[in-house]
């Protein structure tokens, strides 16, 4: 509850204050989003089977965002960055399907 | 326990996929297991008002660093539309500005030519009508006359909607070279398309979809016309290939073609050659005037010799 709390703190503050980002750091902003999407949908399982645990969703959210654009600033160094962001976002994306497949079991019993 | 008796446990038939498995079966963080079995076990403890000012400022910062993160990669969304909205707007003015200069240079070559056979008709009339018969012949000068029209358009279904039917139901550049190669091979003197006069040095190319002839871009329906006689011109071209292709392409992708005679055509002149040699013309006696001793036709196979004037 906390948390979330805190995210729609956070999102009304990013809405009003628009705050920019460096230009170094636009490179990763897709992959870190799409990051921050498989964090949300493996908290909203965790609390469809009530394991959720705020410590954890932010942990997992930041380390998620982080390594992801880690990688990917990697792979620009090493000059595959495209592949290895084609690399986090397909892992990334199985990760959201097996979770949303999971909550739609969980809600609609189906 | 004897050291023999310890049996390798058998792994599973897919242990060498196990980072796909750990991604596919295990897709919750399995640190919420872990913390979920401390909790039961209570062993969860620590001071609860620091957590909690903890996990309010740091779900605050991440939702707003990724509201800016959306609200910035959805942004560049309007820079893109009006970058595009330049470039057609530049595009356009380019246009414009190609097709003033092409008028212009069309009377600049118009005011040469009429001063070229000025200067030649008094000096050297023989010279001058050698130049105009190679004008003619390479397509430089405007001629007219009896000819032959082949038009050719895209399938109806490319015309009505042009994104979803078969793009090999368009007129390919491939299939408008075969059709000027076969009057060429019927005996026309002179062809234009879509009224780009072919001069000797000129190419029909493909550029992707879209066919450029001499490197300005042509949009169908395309019109071949070729001025030569039009009884015979016809007779002739329908035993070429290009006419057999004409049919096999009507008939298997539906592009229409016609071929029709035509009592007169106008053909504009592609202008004035870019002089790729010239040398300066030494007045000689008259009934000497063999082929080789003209260089005033620009040639681009003819090695320029040296002390030439360019």
Request: glycine share 8%; no cysteine.
């Amino acid at each position: 509850m906390i948390a979330l709390i805190g995210l729609v703190i956070g999102v009304v503050a990013g809405l009003i204050l628009e705050p920019s980002v460096p230009v170094v750091l636009q490179p990763y902003l897709p992959i870190a989003v799409v990051a921050a999407l498989d964090a949300l949908f493996g908290a909203l399982r965790a609390l469809l089977d009530g394991l959720f645990d705020e410590r954890v969703f932010l942990v997992s959210f930041l380390s998620n965002i982080i390594v992801a654009a880690l990688i990917v600033f990697i792979g620009d160094q090493l000059g595959v960055g495209s592949q290895l962001s084609t690399a986090v976002v397909v892992v990334l994306g199985i990760r959201i399907f097996s979770n949303v497949a999971s909550i739609r079991r969980q809600l609609f019993r189906a | 326990m004897k050291q023999g008796q310890k049996v390798r446990p058998a792994g599973p038939a897919d242990a060498s996929m196990t980072l796909l498995n750990e991604v596919m079966k295990r897709p919750l963080d399995p640190s919420y297991l872990e913390v979920a079995a401390r909790k039961a076990a209570g062993l969860d403890t620590g001071p609860r008002g620091v957590r909690v000012a903890w996990v309010l400022v740091a779900a605050a910062l991440l939702g707003a660093f990724i509201t800016t993160a959306v609200v910035s990669l959805r942004e560049p969304k309007d820079g893109v539309v009006q970058a595009r909205a330049l470039l057609v707007d530049r595009i356009t003015r380019g246009r414009a500005q190609v097709a003033s200069l092409r008028a212009d240079t069309a009377t600049m070559s118009q005011r040469i030519a009429a001063l070229q056979s000025d200067a030649l008709a008094s000096s050297d009339p023989e010279l001058l009508a050698s130049l105009n018969q190679y004008e003619v012949v390479s397509g430089a000068a405007a001629v007219s006359g009896p000819g032959v029209r082949v038009t050719l358009d895209d399938a109806v279904g490319i015309r009505q909607n042009p994104d979803q039917a078969d793009p090999s139901s368009r007129v390919m550049a491939t299939d408008i070279q075969e059709v000027v190669n076969g009057l060429w091979a019927a005996g026309a003197e002179a062809i234009a398309v879509n009224g780009e006069r072919l001069t000797s040095l000129s190419a029909v190319r493909g550029a992707g979809l879209a066919v450029q002839v001499d490197l300005s871009p042509v949009l169908p329906p395309y019109s071949v016309e070729a001025i030569g006689d039009p009884a015979t011109l016809r007779a002739r071209f329908s035993r070429t290939s290009a006419s057999t292709r004409l049919e096999w392409l009507g008939a298997r992708y539906g592009i229409v073609s016609n071929v029709a005679g035509v009592d007169r055509l106008q053909l504009a002149g592609a202008g004035q050659a870019t002089l790729l040699y010239a040398a300066v013309h030494v007045p000689r006696a008259v009934g000497t005037n063999a082929p080789t001793a003209t260089p005033t036709v620009a040639t681009p196979s003819t090695p320029a010799p040296e002390g030439n004037t360019p």
